[in-house]
């Protein structure tokens, strides 16, 4: 071979090692047949489901927020107006 077409042929066999590098690397889902098939690392994922909590965390700020609202309006009402 000369020089230029080895060059050429390792060139190209470099490409596709990190083709097949970068593929078996990356696992993805796949859908085949109507089916979404998980990665090959579904069994070793961390857990995405979150339980259900309190959806206004704040809800002590809130509430005294509200009393102090409340008590605001409770004195504005009973002080006398000149």
């Given at each position: 071979?000369?020089?230029?077409?080895?060059?050429?042929?390792?060139w190209?066999?470099?490409?596709?090692?990190?083709?097949?590098?970068?593929?078996?690397?990356?696992?993805?889902?796949?859908?085949?047949?109507?089916?979404?098939?998980?990665?090959?690392?579904?069994?070793?994922?961390?857990?995405?489901?979150?339980?259900?909590?309190?959806?206004?965390i704040?809800a002590?700020?809130?509430?005294?927020?509200?009393?102090?609202?409340?008590?605001?309006?409770?004195?504005?009402?009973?002080?006398?107006?000149?």
């Amino acid at each position: 071979m000369s020089g230029l077409t080895r060059k050429s042929f390792l060139w190209k066999i470099l490409c596709v090692l990190v083709m097949l590098g970068g593929f078996a690397l990356t696992g993805c889902t796949v859908d085949t047949g109507g089916q979404t098939l998980p990665s090959q690392f579904y069994l070793t994922d961390d857990v995405q489901y979150f339980a259900p909590g309190r959806e206004f965390i704040l809800a002590n700020e809130a509430a005294a927020m509200k009393a102090h609202k409340e008590e605001m309006q409770a004195e504005a009402v009973s002080q006398p107006q000149p």
